[in-house]
């Protein structure tokens, strides 16, 4: 996947995210997190995301993943 395909659909993220007021100019951190499930691989993953903004206009970014296989017991 080429990576400016992304984008068109992050910028909307954005303003619906600013014209919503979660954004403005006070805003320090933004925390994304999701989880997923992939029934063929019966795996959970959780997905987490934070951006650390600064008033120089300066962004960090943490992000972690982690993958929780399901066993059966018979």
Request: glycine residues 4%; charged residues 10%; contains cysteine.
């Amino acid at each position: 996947m080429n990576s400016c395909s992304l984008l068109p659909p992050l910028q909307t993220w954005f303003t619906y995210l600013q014209e919503g007021l979660y954004l403005d100019q006070n805003t320090r951190t933004m925390t994304a997190e999701m989880v997923t499930y992939n029934a063929p691989l019966r795996i959970f993953s959780y997905f987490y995301i934070k951006f650390y903004f600064s008033d120089g206009g300066s962004i960090k970014v943490r992000a972690a993943s982690s993958p929780a296989v399901l066993t059966t017991f018979a």
